[in-house]
């Protein structure tokens, strides 16, 4: 029995890669009861090797229906499951859905409560709307590889795929906004969401000095753009960030380094200037910090209630108390692998706990039995399995 707050939800997942996935894995792992509907042959190699720890770590808390939509049979399954569903998530090319017959308008003629979310590279319109769509393509088209990096670098990506992420997260968010919607309406709606409208989205204060103040920001590396000192510095045994915004902060920071002269250096005397000669400024912090550990400047920035912290690899990441207090892993058991650690949610309730109920499942691992429970008989389900549509 499917337990958290939304396990009165049903969810038809028919999204691949990444940015699909991410927004199913948020109701899931909040206990919707998600069905991944999959072609015959199963998606791997559609984000990365099944048994990789990317497809484990997107997938867990579903269950998996092999499903041939080229078929009319495997339509008429999947019409018969959005009859008793909730949600239907897809991040097929705009024109896919409409060729297979499982657009929000056919869908919405069986089931009007139905909440349909499509993820696509750049919007279900406009002039770009057939284009493929990537992570890396919406981090350049959307202005943050322009920002990312070191200046006379050139443009530079982040570490993760943020565009998709962020895409997949904000159509959750839709999906529940619908869903709350609908308690009033009673009636379900399509919910977009776009690689490159979220990327825009997330460069939030950023896109904000262009639209705003009309300036073009450009990479600042590992400077804050506008509230300096905060960087990375050198220490006697590695690097450690440290993050003095604004001027009770940029005190504080002196006292600990015991260079109180910066205070009243006039280079440095007021936030504008700091960033005129940031280049200056750290070069002056860096050779304190180059006198000590990395630790000894942690502990003790912290005391002085300056934000400082260490730079860690993955490694070290899950190996931090505070990471471990936080609860951000959790253990469930694959069919083929064993035990696998997969990344939790950020998000805690006091009352309803998300969980990580079951690892990703095999491909069609609950074909049969979700059959059934819409009402097919075993001998209907052999002749499925013959005929290719299971």
Known sequence: MTTGPLSRFKAIDLTRVRAGPTAVRQLADWGADVIKIESPDGDAGLGGERHGPDFQNLHRNKRSVTLNLKAPEGVAIMKRLVAKS???????????????????????????????????????????????????????????????????????????????????????????????????????????????????????????????????????????????????????????????????????????????????????????????????????IEAVTKTKTSASWIELLNKASVPGGPIYKMNEVFADPQVKHLGMTRTVTQAVLGDVEVVGQPIELSRTPWSIRTAAPEPGEHTDAILAELGYGSAEIDKLHDAKVV
Not at 175 to 187: D, F, K, T, W
Not at 229 to 236: E, I, M, N, R
């Open 86 to 284: 909730d949600v239907v998530v897809e991040n097929y090319r705009p024109d896919v859905k409409f060729r297979l017959g499982v657009d929000y308008e056919s869908l919405k003629a069986i089931n009007p409560r139905i909440v349909y979310a499509s993820i696509s590279g750049f919007g279900q319109d406009g002039p770009y709307r057939d284009r493929p769509g990537f992570d890396q393509i919406a981090q350049g088209m959307g202005g943050l590889m322009s920002i990312t990096g070191e200046p006379g670098r050139g443009p530079m990506r982040v570490g993760i795929p943020v565009a998709d992420l962020t895409a997949g997260i904000f159509a959750a968010m839709g999906i529940l906004i619908a869903l709350l919607e609908r308690e009033q309406s009673g009636q379900g709606q399509w919910v977009t969401s776009s690689l490159l409208g979220a990327q825009i989205s997330m460069l939030d204060f950023q896109a904000a000095r262009w639209t705003i103040g009309n300036e073009v920001p450009g990479q600042a590396g590992n400077n804050h753009p506008t509230s300096i000192p905060t960087g990375v510095f050198a220490t006697s045994d590695g690097y450690i960030n440290i993050a003095a915004a604004g001027d009770d902060i940029y005190r504080r920071l002196c006292k600990a380094l015991q260079a109180e002269h910066l205070l009243t250096d006039p280079r440095f005397v007021t936030g504008a200037v700091r960033s005129d000669n940031r280049d200056a400024l750290n070069a002056a």
